[in-house]
T-cell receptor, first 112, second 112 residues
Framework: NAGVTQTPKFQVLKTGQSMTLQCAQD?????MYWYRQDPGMGLRLIYY???????DKGEVPNGYNVSRLNKREFSLRLESAAPSQTSVYFC???????????FGPGTRLTVL | LAKTTQPISMDSYEGQEVNITCSHN???????ITWYQQFPSQGPRFIIQ???TKVTNEVASLFIPADRKSSTLSLPRVSLSDTAVYYC?????????????FGGGTRVLVKP
């Protein structure tokens, strides 16, 4: 039982490049989330998926797209990366009737 | 979503008890209170959750007064390894997606 896994762990992009961050959970959770955390700050919700087949915007969705591929996987795509998107990205999941979210180890992204 | 307010930082010494109070004046009837801990370069980790009165587990205690407008996380006999950022969140267990708002958290520094 690996919990929540994220790939890659680190990534450096040039401005304008695109990439997809992958997230998978093996806890049979319905809901999945993507957050970003800037240095010294709290987490901000980018997008979330309450259940398979649905996605909704969070607090800071601009510049991102998501796909809930199946119940296990939730990916985050940056179509044209900008330096302002330099951050640590966390994926999380939670089960039905649970407020507790389980977090992955994070992806540290730098956009030059 | 209920907004929370907590101190920015607290210092303590090994072996002391640390109490962090969180204010959530507009908490809703269905909201639960949850605390997370985050170490540097890691995702947040669930510590404790409660609805009213007192909850205790092997890590911490959570005190919630009758009006539920605040809560206090108590960490008994802290060690250096308890140095972390602690987040207080409130949310509805049964709300679709369980969107949570992470504020800036409280940075706890435990000194020798």
């Amino acid at each position: 039982n690996a919990g929540v896994t994220q790939t890659p762990k680190f990534q450096v992009l040039k401005t304008g490049q695109s990439m997809t961050l992958q997230c998978a959970q093996d806890m049979n959770h319905n809901s999945m989330y993507w957050y970003r955390q800037d240095p010294g700050m709290g987490l901000r919700l980018i997008y979330y998926s309450a259940s398979e087949g649905t996605t909704d915007k969070g607090e800071v969705p601009n510049g991102y797209n998501v796909s809930r591929l199946n119940k296990r996987e939730f990916s985050l795509r940056l179509e044209s990366a900008a330096p302002s998107q330099t951050s640590v990205y966390f994926c999380a999941s939670s089960g039905l009737g649970q407020i507790t979210q389980y977090f992955g180890p994070g992806t540290r992204l730098t956009v030059l | 979503l209920a907004k929370t307010t907590q101190p920015i930082s607290m210092d303590s010494y090994e072996g002391q008890e640390v109490n962090i109070t969180c204010s959530h004046n507009n908490i809703a009837t269905n909201d639960y209170i949850t605390w997370y801990q985050q170490f540097p370069s890691q995702g947040p980790r669930f510590i404790i959750q409660g609805y009213k009165t007192k909850v205790t587990n092997e890590v911490a205690s959570l005190f919630i007064p009758a009006d539920r407008k605040s809560s206090t996380l108590s960490l008994p006999r802290v060690s250096l390894s308890d140095t972390a950022v602690y987040y207080c969140l409130v949310g509805d267990l049964w709300a679709a997606g369980n969107k949570l708002t992470f504020g800036g958290g409280t940075r706890v520094l435990v000194k020798p």
